[in-house]
């Protein structure tokens, strides 16, 4: 019987285990992305908020032509640069998306776009912001009516 208890013991964290990383598997599906088509590098700045993880730390270079991609369960607060619109969104866990950017672009040296991408979108999920033609887009999701998010893409443009 003795050797029973550990064996029990074995089992029961095994499937502990197992249960967590289920419950944390629908969480490296999203991500937030961040490009630089600006022609030059560029410095980032964040604000993280609601308990939100850093993604990178305030200043951090992205070099031109270059994206980085990072992963989270769920995210809140906004991306600037200087010269661009802040860009601030929300991805939750659960694929439901919010996010806003000015269109008031035309006179600022970096354009900026946010788009949300999944498969498939649900709701009313449109591209927010600028781009380097300086076309302008809806600048929030009207009413937060945007779903089946698994990724925030923020795109800097040279004009």
Not at 43 to 49: H, S, W
Not at 77 to 101: C, I, N, P, R
Request: some cysteine; charged content about 10%; aromatic content about 6%.
């Amino acid at each position: 019987m003795a050797a029973s208890k550990p064996l029990a013991l074995l089992l029961l964290v095994a499937l502990s285990a197992t249960a967590m990383s289920a419950a944390g598997q629908g969480c490296g599906a999203h991500k937030v992305t961040v490009q630089n088509l600006c022609g030059h590098d560029l410095n980032l700045g964040i604000a993280a908020v609601a308990d939100s993880k850093v993604l990178f730390p305030n200043g951090w270079l992205l070099p031109n032509g270059k994206h980085e991609s990072f992963d989270v369960c769920s995210w809140s607060g906004s991306v600037s640069a200087q010269g661009a619109a802040v860009a601030k969104f929300h991805l939750g866990h659960d694929g439901g998306a919010y996010y806003e950017v000015s269109t008031d672009q035309a006179n600022m040296p970096i354009r900026v776009s946010v788009t949300p991408h999944g498969s498939p979108l649900q709701g009313h999920c449109p591209t927010a912001g600028c781009n380097s033609g300086n076309h302008c887009f809806e600048h929030s999701v009207p009413g937060g009516n945007c779903h089946g998010v698994t990724e925030i893409k923020i795109v800097y443009y040279n004009p």
